[in-house]
Antibody, heavy 129, light 107 residues
């Protein structure tokens, strides 16, 4: 059974750095085709994809946020970590990690024919002074 | 980035109705378009992958069609549990992008 759980601070002040941890079980990120994504959602708005790390340790980022984001993995702990620098009240959202499995290798950083099959429950992060 | 445009943004319907939600991409996705359902307080759940593939456990009243840039999600015979928000998503190319959502409400 695949499970993912997000953890991190509930409240930050503007300009601080947000560090979120996704702890997962039921799969190995080292297995071919496995990916973990970070997605956030402001209440009442659509989900916004932020970042992805795959089984080759390749990383992809949102076009609008890439300068502030870093995604990494800690394989022994089955964790994926997202850091976001210089947070702003506009970053207030629920942050989710998700699993995605790519069925075949289509090329570096190519992930079509896949979908987010498991989600964590999300962690609400509020940025306020 | 590939832009995803859903319509309508909201929809009122009655139990038993057939409803259709559309999603248009700013460039061809071939068939690589996914649909998710989200209920209040929950994470989204995948309904359909690659335009037409119904995921395990999803009732057959849900169906998807389309290719290229135009896709539809159809729900035939609305049930009370179907009133939710629906999102399309492409991961044909990164950055992965979502549509803005369609909120389905009870009339």
């Amino acid at each position: 059974q695949v499970t993912l759980r997000e953890s991190g601070p509930a409240l930050l002040e503007p300009t601080e750095t947000l560090t979120l941890t996704c702890t997962f079980s039921g799969f190995s990120l080292a297995s071919r085709g496995m990916c973990v994504n970070w997605v956030r959602q402001v209440p009442g708005k659509a989900p916004e994809w932020l970042a992805l790390i795959d089984w080759n340790d390749d990383k992809s980022y949102s076009s609008s946020e890439w300068t502030r984001l870093t995604v990494s993995s800690d394989p022994p702990r089955n964790q994926v970590i997202l850091t976001m620098t210089n947070v702003d009240p506009a970053d207030t959202a629920t942050y989710y990690c998700t699993r995605m499995k790519v069925p075949h290798y289509y090329g570096s950083k190519t992930y079509y024919n896949s979908f987010f099959d498991s989600w964590g429950r999300g962690v609400l992060v509020t940025v306020s002074s | 980035d590939i832009q995803m445009t859903q319509s309508p943004s909201s929809l009122s319907a009655s139990l038993g109705d057939r409803v259709t939600i559309t999603c248009r991409a700013s460039q061809s996705l071939t068939v690589y378009l996914n649909w998710y359902q989200q209920k209040p307080g929950e994470a989204p759940k995948v309904l359909i992958s690659s335009a037409t593939n119904l995921q395990a456990g999803v009732p057959p009243r849900f169906s998807g069609s389309g290719s290229g840039t135009d896709f539809t999600l159809t729900i035939s015979g609305l049930q009370p549990e179907d009133f939710a928000t629906y999102y399309c998503q492409q991961n044909y190319k990164t950055p992965i992008t979502f549509g803005q959502g369609t909120r389905l409400e009870i009339k």
